[in-house]
């Protein structure tokens, strides 16, 4: 059976997600985050690197969201639930799911670092001035960098229902973490189509039962 790893309020979601999507079995492990917001040393037992998501099928360790995603829906969606098979939605599904790790969300953990420079655990006599520092980077440079990446998924939902285009597919379920992170550490007032899309997909019953599964997603601002 499938084990998920899985460290709360973190990308490991998907997974669960997707294998409610598929109706596969699984079962999963649970791992609390540090006070750091780190994952524990117990995840370096699993995989050499210690992050989450990673999962365990029979003798198989598979680490990294995009090819768990791609694993699962390779090896369990003999269904076509999820698979596609129009050329043109094929290519957009790729693209956007190699996307999200790969371009959105460094930026986006940058935003996270740069916004707790204030914070513990800089020495406090340092937060000011990292508060300010951070507040400064992210105005000068790094808004600047995310809205070119806002205004193309906005414009890509304003013509399409979904990432791949006509049909929901792992691509979806991939951008699922980095919207809901630009979300917490942004905002999508400006992006109704991107709203609209997060607010669907958390209807379906595969993303609620994930939930149920895994608990509530409540990332660092």
Known sequence: MITVHHLEHS???RVLWLLEELEVPYQIKRYQRESTLLAPDALKKVHPLGKSPVITDGN?????SGAILEYLEGKYDAEYRLKLSDEEEMLQSRYWLH???GSLMPLLVMKLIFGRLGQAPVPWLLRP?????????????????LKPHTQMIEQHLATHQWFAGKRFSIADIQMSFPLLALNQRAGLQHMPATQKWLETVKQRAAWQRAIQQGGDINLPG
């Open 60 to 64: 198989r360790v598979i680490a990294e």
């Open 129 to 145: 001035v990292g508060g300010a520092l951070g507040k400064g980077i992210q105005k000068s440079w790094l808004d600047k960098q």
């Open 99 to 101: 996307y999200a790790e």
């Open 11 to 13: 990308r490991s979601h």
